[in-house]
């Protein structure tokens, strides 16, 4: 697996990564990620990567993190952990 960039955001961190004939878009904030694989062969580029993440789709990964922590939170509670 190769870093390809680090794409500044103040909400996550946004890391691209190319492997196996894809772009890996690795989204982290706190203790959780996100991944995404996009083949290479449906866009031009990595610049197209870049275009993929604008702010809607950085905003809806940033509210699914939100998510994951009220699941993991949840779990914890029924479990009295």
Do not use: C
Request: proline share 4%; net charge negative; aromatic share 10%.
């Amino acid at each position: 697996m190769r870093q390809l960039a680090i794409i500044p955001h103040p909400d996550a961190k946004i890391t691209l990564f190319s492997w196996n004939g894809k772009y890996l878009i690795k989204l982290e904030k706190g203790p959780f990620e996100q991944t995404y694989k996009v083949s290479e062969l449906d866009l031009t580029g990595e610049e197209d990567v870049h275009l993929l993440l604008d702010n809607e789709f950085v905003q809806a990964a940033v509210r699914r993190f939100a998510g994951m922590q009220q699941d993991l939170q949840a779990a914890f509670d029924r479990h009295g952990i």
